[in-house]
């Protein structure tokens, strides 16, 4: 199935939101695909190398040990197209409270997406490590 980047950004939005799986965001990625940690965490690696090592790393870190630290009340996403037809940025903001915080956080990472065939084969994402790190306490 070929994905526009608006597509796939409103998937992340979604994924984001917890209306979508973190395994469904593996599936967008090209076999050999990467995600890329631009600014990692202690727990996260800079790279994760194809569609299958994406789905097990999410697997293991992801969703319900989020929610368990932080409620997400709000998804925003925009996307913008590059001079380049398989480049696309993305801005996504979230916003909630974290209970480790006991506060209210907004949140903004910002993705470079490469395409090819309407599939991931390159997401770098750019946040700040520190405040994740803080929102989730790890």
């Known amino acids: 199935m070929t994905r526009t980047p608006e597509q796939i950004v409103d998937h992340v939005r979604r994924m984001v939101a917890g209306e979508q799986t973190h395994s469904q965001f593996a599936d967008l990625f090209a076999e050999d695909g990467i995600m890329a940690y631009r600014f990692p965490t202690h727990y996260q690696p800079e790279e994760i190398k194809g569609r299958e090592e994406i789905r097990a790393y999410f697997g293991q ?27 696309a940025v993305a801005e996504i903001t979230h916003r909630g409270w974290s209970k480790v915080k006991q506060d209210h956080y907004t949140f903004t990472a910002v993705a470079i ?23 989730l306490g790890v």
Do not use: K
């Not at 870190?61 to 480049?87: H, K, L």
């Not at 997406?113 to 929102?135: A, K, Q, S």
């Open 61 to 87: 870190v992801r969703g319900a040990a989020v929610r368990d630290r932080i409620e997400i009340q709000s998804v925003e996403a925009q996307c913008w197209r590059t001079n380049d037809p398989f480049v």
């Open 113 to 135: 997406i490469h395409l090819r065939d309407g599939e991931i084969v390159r997401y770098d994402d750019y946040m700040n490590p520190l405040l994740l790190t803080e929102l």
